[in-house]
């Protein structure tokens, strides 16, 4: 990665292009922005995402600390359509409602121009059982939000402490139906699954029991070690008992079974949701949508439309990871030095971008129009290599091409990652 710049800040590239990515014609490019709240209750024993654990918040100074990063970068996505706003973490629903909500509305200020009117816009907050009620749901609906992803991860007591959770199953239950009672239309919930001696029956039953509450949407992830985590360590040191990889890929395609004859659609690899229902915000990061990343240790990205005969380029960034550095940091940020806020600044050739589009656009179920996005960055995307990449997946029955348009059908959707990469 490129060292942080003040020189080119997120606003611009050299030669003062404006960053975006251009729609089809006539057509706004989508834009989604996340906001990432740092703190936890506690931290779990798989989580590498970035959180801290605090006895003391100050959701105000936080709030204001965003809402400066929002000013300065304020006209970075002028050209764009909001689709979407994202609340992650860390557990977003233990910040103050009110200051949740202040954050909300300066981002529909600053990003909204030409975006979905107010009752299409999706706004999403992740929660955790331990910190949503019916109160706070009631709370966050004020605020303007539209949907809850709820961290249930699993029924069952035992597998819920085995994974460090705070919360039982009944807590889990009661946070789903304190959202529904506070009337949040629109609920998702993760579940986890292939952990050590869970059978792909126990799996089914338990996408199924979920599902059973009345969700329009769940997400269904394979338990992943990652380094630099509790279990990593354990791991590491031979001390965590693990699942047979075999009965993962089994509970896998339990679940994909269940969950698509109970009538909802895998419209990604991990993910499941009745018609209509599917995340918007997610589907703009699988299609290759820019999105705007605000808070610490935030990610965001934004392309820019080459001119004639030049390949598209763009731009991703991390913030600075740390809650105090960054709040810090937002006080010396303005339009010309949002460098402040910016931990990496990484420059992205159109050839980094198309292996991205395919990494990602893999990933759902309506596959990459892997042409179109050639053309949109001015690159080619069938080059004679991949044709004969295609040719080799498509014999084997792990891709199928429909035009320009590639997709992994749903019996390969096990190898996505392998075949993604053999596409590069």
């Not at 808070?295 to 990205?301: F, K, T, V």
């Amino acid at each position: 990665m490129l060292a942080p710049s003040t020189t080119h800040p997120i606003g611009g590239l050299p030669g003062g292009k404006a960053l975006r990515r251009a729609g089809a014609e006539g057509e706004r490019a989508r834009v989604g922005a996340y906001v990432h709240f740092p703190w936890c209750l506690a931290k779990c024993p798989y989580c590498d995402f970035v959180s801290f654990v605090t006895p003391e918040i100050d959701h105000r100074g936080y709030a204001d600390a965003v809402l400066r990063e929002i000013e300065a970068r304020a006209g970075a996505h002028g050209e764009g359509a909001l689709e979407s706003i994202f609340f992650g973490g860390g557990t977003p629903s233990l910040w103050d409602a009110r200051e949740l909500g202040r954050v909300l509305q300066g981002v529909r200020g600053a990003f909204g121009a030409g975006s979905a009117g107010t009752d299409e816009l999706e706004i999403t907050v992740e929660c955790n059982p331990t910190s949503l009620d019916q109160e706070r749901a009631t709370a966050l609906l004020r605020a303007g939000v539209t949907r809850v992803s709820i961290g249930v991860q699993s029924l069952r007591d035992e597998r819920l402490k085995f994974l460090g959770r705070l919360h039982d199953a009944t807590g889990a239950v009661a946070a789903v139906r304190d959202a529904q009672r506070a009337g949040v239309g629109r609920i998702s919930a993760d579940l986890i699954f292939g952990l050590p001696g869970q059978s792909p029956e126990e799996s089914r039953g338990e996408a199924l029991e979920l599902v059973g509450l009345g969700l329009s949407h769940v997400s269904c992830y394979q338990l992943t070690i990652e380094p630099g985590t509790r279990f990593g360590e354990l791991a590491r040191r031979g001390r965590l008992p693990l699942a047979d990889e075999g009965a993962v890929a089994e509970g896998f395609l339990a679940i994909d079974e269940a969950l698509t004859a109970a009538g909802f659609g895998h419209y990604e690899v991990s993910n499941y949701a009745r018609a209509g229902q599917e995340a918007r915000h997610n589907l703009g990061y699988w299609r290759g949508d820019d999105y705007v990343g605000l808070g610490c240790a935030a990610y965001g990205c934004a392309r820019v439309a080459g001119e004639a005969g030049e390949a598209a380029r763009g731009q991703r960034w991390r913030n600075v990871p740390g809650p105090d550095a960054y709040v810090e940091a937002t006080r010396a940020a303005n339009g010309e030095r949002i460098g402040a806020v910016q931990e990496s600044v990484e420059t992205l050739d159109a050839e980094t971008l198309l292996r991205e589009r395919l990494m990602l656009g893999l990933r759902i179920a309506e596959g990459v129009d892997l042409e179109g996005a050639g053309r949109e960055l001015g690159v080619a995307g069938f080059t004679a290599e991949r044709e004969r990449t295609v040719a080799w997946l498509e014999g084997r029955g792990r891709i199928v091409r429909e035009g320009g348009v590639l997709r992994v059908p749903r019996r390969a959707w096990l190898w996505t990652d392998d075949t993604a990469a053999r596409l590069f």
